[in-house]
């Protein structure tokens, strides 16, 4: 969400991952989903989910865990359909849930570490930044968190995994806006939704400070609640991100996107505390093998839970209505 990250923000990513259209149009073929890496015999990998309001966490460093032989990593995320959400059987799973499965195999497997697994959910997109910049040890978040320069003072990230674009939407009765500098005029009386502590927010303060002076704000807390208010009428709108605007279209979501204001300067990472041990660990996980974000298990798990229509609008390649 938001601007390219500068120079020196791409050399401590040290690889980003290229060749997305071809990543992620031939994740959208017939093939089955890939297996999992595989892991060595003598490794072991379990899981819990925890029942406890989140928090930050304080756990011990790679260097410990290494000595023990055993290392206890928390995996907070923020529910997201296609990315962190649980199936029909109530098995949590989604693109970024299996990336950090893999994550952890991979732990196990090279380390020959012992791996507990804490999944640690939080809805609220603010809290679940918070408490990962302020836990320590083996604390990972996923919550398509964009990585920014500004983040980087404060956190840690891996490598990217996915390009985003962020959208313009508002009810599909609202006309299309034919350019941002027109949005003042045009969407005059409408109130713009924030989602407080989200790059969407900063987006809209922008177009505020540019071209809207008298824009009104509502805040909101989650992005399930912003597509309602969006969906209720024309008196509304707001940026999201592009999967949740496609997740609702296809829900049938009566939602315009309004091009003019796409936004594709984003790239999603895990995010970890600031000067966490753990980062080269997950740096090199994503770089083993020629990268993990072009391997043929992640385009697996691109087809599987995001879908071949979700792929062409990631690349631009549909517009939507």
Not at 111 to 116: A, D, F, K, Q, S
Not at 150 to 176: C, G
Not at 202 to 208: C, F, P, S, T, V
């Amino acid at each position: 969400m938001t601007p390219d990250p500068a120079p020196h923000l791409l050399a401590r990513t040290r690889t980003l991952p290229v060749a997305f259209a071809t990543l992620l149009l031939s994740a959208c073929g017939d093939e089955p989903e890939p297996p999992p890496p595989a892991m060595d015999t003598a490794a072991s990998v379990t899981e819990r989910i925890s029942e406890a309001p989140a928090a930050p966490v304080s756990g011990p460093p790679f260097n410990e865990s290494l000595a023990a032989g055993r290392a206890d990593l928390s995996f907070f995320f923020v529910p997201a359909g296609g990315f962190a959400y649980r199936d029909d059987a109530g098995h949590l799973t989604g693109v970024t849930v299996e990336l950090l499965r893999d994550f952890a195999r991979f732990v196990a497997d090279t380390h020959g570490l012992e791996v507990h697994i804490t999944w640690i959910e939080e809805e609220l997109w603010a809290d679940f930044y918070s408490y990962v910049r302020d836990s320590r040890g083996g604390a990972f978040g996923i919550g398509n968190v964009t990585i920014t320069d500004a983040r980087w003072r404060e956190i840690d990230f891996s490598p990217p995994y996915m390009q985003n674009i962020a959208v313009l939407v508002t009810h599909q009765d609202v006309p299309k806006l034919e350019s941002l500098e027109a949005i003042g005029q045009a969407f005059a009386g409408l109130t713009a939704l924030r989602y407080p502590g989200t790059l969407h927010e900063a987006r809209l303060e922008a177009i505020r400070r540019r071209h809207f002076p008298d824009m009104d704000f509502q805040a909101i807390g989650s992005n399930d609640e912003l597509v309602s208010a969006l969906a209720a009428g024309p008196e509304t709108f707001g940026y999201i991100d592009i999967y949740n605007y496609w997740r609702a279209r296809e829900a049938g979501q009566p939602l315009r996107r309004h091009p003019v204001g796409d936004d594709a300067a984003e790239t999603f990472g895990v995010i970890l505390p600031d000067d966490s041990d753990w980062t080269p660990v997950i740096t090199a996980f994503f770089e083993a093998d020629g990268g993990y974000a072009e391997s043929r298990r992640f385009q697996g798990l691109l087809r599987k839970h995001l879908g071949e229509e979700l792929a062409a609008l990631l690349l631009g390649e549909a517009e939507g209505g």
